[in-house]
Protein backbone atom coordinates (compact mmCIF):
# COMPACT_ATOMS: atom_id res chain seq x y z
CA UNK A 1 0.00 0.00 0.00
CA UNK A 2 1.46 3.41 -1.15
CA UNK A 3 2.55 5.49 1.54
CA UNK A 4 -0.54 8.89 2.04
CA UNK A 5 2.58 11.01 2.74
CA UNK A 6 4.25 10.13 -0.34
CA UNK A 7 3.60 12.22 -3.32
CA UNK A 8 4.76 9.27 -5.37
CA UNK A 9 4.60 5.01 -5.38
CA UNK A 10 7.15 2.83 -5.83
CA UNK A 11 7.09 0.03 -9.06
CA UNK A 12 5.95 -2.38 -6.65
CA UNK A 13 2.72 -0.12 -5.61
CA UNK A 14 2.37 0.64 -9.17
CA UNK A 15 2.00 -3.19 -10.07
CA UNK A 16 -0.59 -3.28 -6.93
CA UNK A 17 -2.80 -0.26 -8.52
CA UNK A 18 -2.82 -1.41 -11.67
CA UNK A 19 -2.68 -5.29 -11.89
CA UNK A 20 -6.06 -6.12 -10.91
CA UNK A 21 -6.93 -4.28 -14.77
CA UNK A 22 -3.80 -5.97 -16.07
CA UNK A 23 -3.23 -9.08 -15.02
CA UNK A 24 -0.25 -9.93 -16.49
CA UNK A 25 1.38 -6.32 -15.41
CA UNK A 26 4.87 -7.14 -13.38
CA UNK A 27 7.71 -5.27 -12.05
CA UNK A 28 10.08 -6.55 -14.96
CA UNK A 29 7.20 -5.14 -17.72
CA UNK A 30 7.47 -1.99 -16.12
CA UNK A 31 11.13 -2.13 -16.22
CA UNK A 32 11.45 -2.87 -20.40
CA UNK A 33 8.58 0.38 -20.72
CA UNK A 34 11.35 2.04 -19.07
CA UNK A 35 14.27 0.79 -20.96
CA UNK A 36 12.06 1.42 -24.26
CA UNK A 37 11.76 5.18 -23.43
CA UNK A 38 7.65 4.61 -23.31
CA UNK A 39 7.82 6.15 -19.17
CA UNK A 40 11.07 8.04 -17.20
CA UNK A 41 10.21 7.88 -13.78
CA UNK A 42 12.69 10.19 -11.14
CA UNK A 43 14.95 8.09 -8.58
CA UNK A 44 15.69 8.94 -5.24
CA UNK A 45 18.99 9.29 -3.81
CA UNK A 46 19.71 5.63 -3.51
CA UNK A 47 18.60 4.99 -6.86
CA UNK A 48 15.13 3.83 -6.19
CA UNK A 49 12.45 5.37 -9.17
CA UNK A 50 9.64 6.99 -8.00
CA UNK A 51 6.38 7.02 -10.20
CA UNK A 52 4.11 10.07 -9.61
CA UNK A 53 0.64 10.62 -10.60
CA UNK A 54 1.52 10.98 -14.13
CA UNK A 55 4.06 8.36 -14.72
CA UNK A 56 1.24 5.88 -13.79
CA UNK A 57 -1.28 7.48 -15.78
CA UNK A 58 1.34 6.98 -18.96
CA UNK A 59 1.97 3.39 -17.74
CA UNK A 60 -1.57 2.81 -17.66
CA UNK A 61 -2.27 4.09 -21.51
CA UNK A 62 0.41 1.72 -22.81
CA UNK A 63 -1.10 -0.75 -21.27
CA UNK A 64 -4.67 0.18 -22.64
CA UNK A 65 -2.87 0.87 -26.31
CA UNK A 66 -1.62 -2.68 -26.40
CA UNK A 67 -4.43 -4.44 -24.53
CA UNK A 68 -7.50 -2.77 -26.40
CA UNK A 69 -6.26 -1.86 -29.68
CA UNK A 70 -2.76 -4.43 -29.92
CA UNK A 71 -0.46 -1.70 -30.86
CA UNK A 72 2.86 -2.56 -30.80
CA UNK A 73 5.57 -0.52 -28.87
CA UNK A 74 6.82 1.77 -31.95
CA UNK A 75 3.53 3.15 -32.64
CA UNK A 76 2.55 3.55 -29.00
CA UNK A 77 5.72 5.81 -28.49
CA UNK A 78 4.48 7.85 -31.28
CA UNK A 79 1.34 8.13 -29.89
CA UNK A 80 3.12 9.16 -26.78
CA UNK A 81 4.75 12.08 -28.57
CA UNK A 82 1.36 13.20 -29.91
CA UNK A 83 0.37 13.48 -26.38
CA UNK A 84 3.17 15.20 -25.20
CA UNK A 85 2.78 17.59 -27.82
CA UNK A 86 -1.06 18.23 -26.80
CA UNK A 87 -2.94 16.24 -29.33
CA UNK A 88 -4.98 13.59 -28.67
CA UNK A 89 -4.56 9.99 -30.74
CA UNK A 90 -8.01 9.17 -32.50
CA UNK A 91 -7.74 6.10 -30.09
CA UNK A 92 -8.46 8.22 -27.34
CA UNK A 93 -10.95 10.13 -28.66
CA UNK A 94 -14.59 9.40 -27.51
CA UNK A 95 -17.31 7.45 -30.38
CA UNK A 96 -14.47 6.10 -32.62
CA UNK A 97 -14.69 3.11 -33.60
CA UNK A 98 -11.88 0.46 -33.94
CA UNK A 99 -12.12 -0.10 -37.53
CA UNK A 100 -11.88 3.69 -38.10
CA UNK A 101 -8.07 3.66 -35.56
CA UNK A 102 -6.48 0.45 -37.15
CA UNK A 103 -2.72 1.36 -37.71
CA UNK A 104 -0.68 0.29 -40.69
CA UNK A 105 2.70 -0.15 -39.35
CA UNK A 106 4.39 -0.91 -42.59
CA UNK A 107 8.21 -1.22 -41.24
CA UNK A 108 7.50 -3.14 -37.54
CA UNK A 109 10.82 -1.76 -35.72
CA UNK A 110 9.50 -3.59 -32.50
CA UNK A 111 11.02 -6.78 -31.63
CA UNK A 112 10.06 -8.99 -28.18
CA UNK A 113 12.26 -11.96 -27.53
CA UNK A 114 10.42 -14.72 -27.27
CA UNK A 115 11.82 -15.61 -23.51
CA UNK A 116 10.62 -11.75 -22.01
CA UNK A 117 6.96 -13.04 -23.92
CA UNK A 118 5.46 -13.93 -20.27
CA UNK A 119 6.65 -10.61 -19.04
CA UNK A 120 6.24 -8.21 -21.48
CA UNK A 121 3.46 -9.38 -23.50
CA UNK A 122 1.42 -11.60 -20.54
CA UNK A 123 1.76 -14.62 -22.96
CA UNK A 124 3.54 -17.76 -22.49
CA UNK A 125 6.60 -18.57 -24.30
CA UNK A 126 5.50 -22.13 -25.28
CA UNK A 127 2.44 -20.55 -26.87
CA UNK A 128 4.36 -18.19 -28.57
CA UNK A 129 6.44 -21.09 -30.38
CA UNK A 130 3.03 -22.74 -30.97
CA UNK A 131 1.84 -20.16 -32.87
CA UNK A 132 4.99 -19.92 -35.32
CA UNK A 133 4.79 -23.90 -35.64
CA UNK A 134 1.52 -23.30 -37.28
CA UNK A 135 2.53 -20.56 -39.05
CA UNK A 136 0.70 -18.29 -37.34
CA UNK A 137 3.24 -15.91 -36.35
CA UNK A 138 6.66 -15.37 -37.69
CA UNK A 139 10.12 -15.52 -34.98
CA UNK A 140 13.09 -13.86 -36.38
CA UNK A 141 16.91 -14.45 -35.14
CA UNK A 142 17.78 -11.62 -32.98
CA UNK A 143 21.21 -11.08 -30.71
CA UNK A 144 18.21 -12.02 -28.07
CA UNK A 145 17.58 -15.49 -29.44
CA UNK A 146 14.19 -15.72 -31.07
CA UNK A 147 11.99 -12.44 -31.44
CA UNK A 148 8.48 -12.03 -32.01
CA UNK A 149 7.95 -8.47 -33.99
CA UNK A 150 5.27 -5.71 -34.92
CA UNK A 151 2.36 -6.96 -36.33
CA UNK A 152 2.89 -10.73 -35.07
CA UNK A 153 2.13 -9.48 -31.90
CA UNK A 154 -1.16 -8.08 -32.26
CA UNK A 155 -1.75 -11.85 -33.92
CA UNK A 156 -0.29 -13.70 -30.71
CA UNK A 157 -2.85 -11.27 -28.42
CA UNK A 158 -5.81 -12.00 -30.38
CA UNK A 159 -5.33 -15.92 -31.11
CA UNK A 160 -4.47 -15.84 -27.40
CA UNK A 161 -7.84 -14.37 -26.49
CA UNK A 162 -9.49 -16.56 -28.82
CA UNK A 163 -8.70 -19.41 -26.64
CA UNK A 164 -11.30 -18.81 -24.26
CA UNK A 165 -13.84 -20.13 -26.95
CA UNK A 166 -11.80 -23.53 -26.95
CA UNK A 167 -10.27 -22.22 -30.21
CA UNK A 168 -6.79 -23.29 -30.47
CA UNK A 169 -3.94 -22.30 -33.25
CA UNK A 170 -4.35 -25.11 -35.07
CA UNK A 171 -8.07 -23.89 -35.70
CA UNK A 172 -7.02 -20.75 -36.99
CA UNK A 173 -4.75 -21.38 -40.41
CA UNK A 174 -7.48 -20.77 -42.86
CA UNK A 175 -7.34 -16.96 -41.38
CA UNK A 176 -3.64 -16.68 -42.47
CA UNK A 177 -4.51 -18.30 -45.67
CA UNK A 178 -7.28 -15.59 -46.39
CA UNK A 179 -5.01 -12.66 -45.22
CA UNK A 180 -2.13 -13.95 -47.27
CA UNK A 181 -4.58 -14.27 -50.33
CA UNK A 182 -5.71 -10.88 -49.87
CA UNK A 183 -2.88 -9.51 -49.69
CA UNK A 184 -2.27 -10.30 -53.04
CA UNK A 185 -5.25 -9.16 -54.50
CA UNK A 186 -4.40 -5.62 -53.38
CA UNK A 187 -1.23 -6.11 -54.28
CA UNK A 188 -2.00 -6.92 -57.96
CA UNK A 189 -4.33 -4.13 -57.41
CA UNK A 190 -2.24 -1.22 -56.23
CA UNK A 191 1.34 -1.94 -57.65
CA UNK A 192 0.66 -0.61 -60.82
CA UNK A 193 0.18 2.73 -59.29
CA UNK A 194 3.00 2.52 -56.85
CA UNK A 195 6.53 1.94 -58.81
CA UNK A 196 7.99 5.12 -58.16
CA UNK A 197 8.70 5.06 -54.30
CA UNK A 198 8.85 8.71 -52.60
CA UNK A 199 7.59 9.61 -49.23
CA UNK A 200 4.00 11.31 -50.90
CA UNK A 201 3.15 7.69 -52.83
CA UNK A 202 4.38 5.84 -49.86
CA UNK A 203 2.01 7.77 -47.34
CA UNK A 204 -0.37 7.32 -50.18
CA UNK A 205 -0.17 3.86 -50.42
CA UNK A 206 -0.59 3.47 -46.45
CA UNK A 207 -4.00 5.75 -46.85
CA UNK A 208 -5.12 3.73 -49.75
CA UNK A 209 -4.80 0.36 -47.84
CA UNK A 210 -6.13 1.86 -44.74
CA UNK A 211 -9.34 2.31 -46.61
CA UNK A 212 -9.14 -0.99 -48.26
CA UNK A 213 -8.45 -2.78 -45.29
CA UNK A 214 -12.06 -0.75 -43.41
CA UNK A 215 -14.55 -1.24 -46.16
CA UNK A 216 -13.82 -4.88 -46.61
CA UNK A 217 -13.56 -5.53 -43.24
CA UNK A 218 -16.76 -4.45 -43.35
CA UNK A 219 -18.01 -6.12 -46.05
CA UNK A 220 -16.35 -9.45 -44.81
CA UNK A 221 -18.45 -8.63 -40.98
CA UNK A 222 -21.70 -8.20 -43.65
CA UNK A 223 -20.97 -11.41 -44.83
CA UNK A 224 -20.21 -13.19 -41.68
CA UNK A 225 -23.33 -12.15 -40.30
CA UNK A 226 -25.47 -13.09 -43.20
CA UNK A 227 -24.19 -16.65 -42.89
CA UNK A 228 -24.38 -17.10 -39.07
CA UNK A 229 -28.08 -15.92 -39.08
CA UNK A 230 -28.80 -18.80 -41.88
CA UNK A 231 -26.66 -21.30 -39.49
CA UNK A 232 -28.10 -20.25 -36.42
CA UNK A 233 -31.59 -19.82 -37.80
CA UNK A 234 -33.28 -21.94 -35.32
CA UNK A 235 -32.22 -20.29 -32.50
CA UNK A 236 -31.50 -16.83 -33.59
Request: hydrophobic share 40%; charged share 30%.
Amino acid sequence: MADSHREYMTIGEVVDKLTEQYPDLSISKIRFLEDEGLVSPERTGGGYRKFHPADVSRIELVLRLQKEHFMPLAVIREKLKDIDKGRVPPELQPAVSRSETMALPLDDAEAIPVSQAPDVLGLPTSFVKELSDFGLVGLVAGERGDEIVGSDIAIAHACWDLRKFGIEPRHLRMYETFAEREATFFSQALMPSVRHRTPEIRQKLMDTLNELMELTGALKRSMLHRALARVFDDVM
